[in-house]
T-cell receptor, first 115, second 113 residues
Framework: DQQVKQNSPSLSVQEGRISILNCDYTNSMFDYFLWYKKYPAEGPTFLISISSIKDKNEDGRFTVFLNKSAKHLSLHIVPSQPGDSAVYFCAASAQYGGSQGNLIFGKGTKLSVKP | DAGITQSPRHKVTETGTPVTLRCHQTENHRYMYWYRQDPGHGLRLIHYSYGVKDTDKGEVSDGYSVSRSKTEDFLLTLESATSSQTSVYFC????????????FGNGTRLTVT
């Protein structure tokens, strides 16, 4: 059973607008959440993370929101740029129990930012 | 870059042959990981290591073995390659502290014919 779900395989937005990527999880023991970006023929690149003691973390154009009661996190990119076009992976881990501290990844969402 | 080198970058092999993929790091990190990426599956953990000679299984470990005789090297071996092991394999490293992100290498594309 999938513990980390990214239900949208793809998303297309216009340059300059907001991109919102969503992720749901089922394991209530998860306490650390991350977003990765991946370009073709390259390894995933760490983007931003959030601990379960927070509900928001911001880094430049990227903001991650965490809603623990809904077991949902989202990544906002504002403003979106063509260079943001990539596959985005959501990941989560639990320090105690569950995933043994290892990252569990979603299946990814392919973002296309059109000029 | 996080100082991770994977070799080879591409490999084509035949069913039934053994294959070893190498991951080399220059960061002296304790934790190292092997993931595979397949369409429709995202990234799945194969094996990981938490120190020299200390390894454990991940979600999809069947058909794979690993070894770590030095801090800097983590080897992934397919004892007898099958077509289902055609995939892109990524190595990753992490610092000791729990709330640290993984940093990935650029991957090895393996094709088993």
């Amino acid at each position: 059973d999938q513990q980390v779900k990214q239900n949208s395989p793809s998303l297309s937005v216009q340059e300059g607008r907001i991109s919102i990527l969503n992720c749901d999880y089922t394991n209530s023991m998860f306490d650390y959440f991350l977003w990765y970006k991946k370009y073709p023929a390259e390894g995933p690149t760490f983007l931003i993370s959030i601990s379960s003691i927070k509900d928001k973390n911001e880094d430049g154009r990227f903001t991650v929101f965490l809603n623990k009661s809904a077991k949902h996190l989202s990544l906002h990119i504002v403003p979106s740029q063509p260079g943001d076009s990539a596959v985005y992976f959501c990941a989560a881990s639990a320090q105690y129990g569950g995933s043994q501290g290892n990252l569990i990844f979603g299946k990814g969402t392919k973002l296309s930012v059109k000029p | 870059d996080a100082g991770i080198t994977q070799s080879p970058r591409h490999k084509v092999t035949e069913t039934g042959t053994p294959v070893t993929l190498r991951c080399h790091q220059t960061e002296n990190h304790r934790y190292m990981y092997w993931y595979r990426q397949d369409p429709g599956h995202g990234l799945r953990l194969i094996h990981y290591s938490y120190g020299v000679k200390d390894t454990d299984k991940g979600e999809v470990s069947d058909g794979y073995s690993v070894s770590r005789s030095k801090t800097e090297d983590f080897l992934l071996t397919l004892e007898s390659a099958t077509s289902s092991q055609t995939s892109v394999y990524f190595c990753a490293i992490r610092q000791d502290s729990y709330n640290s992100p993984l940093h990935f290498g650029n991957g090895t594309r393996l094709t088993v014919t």
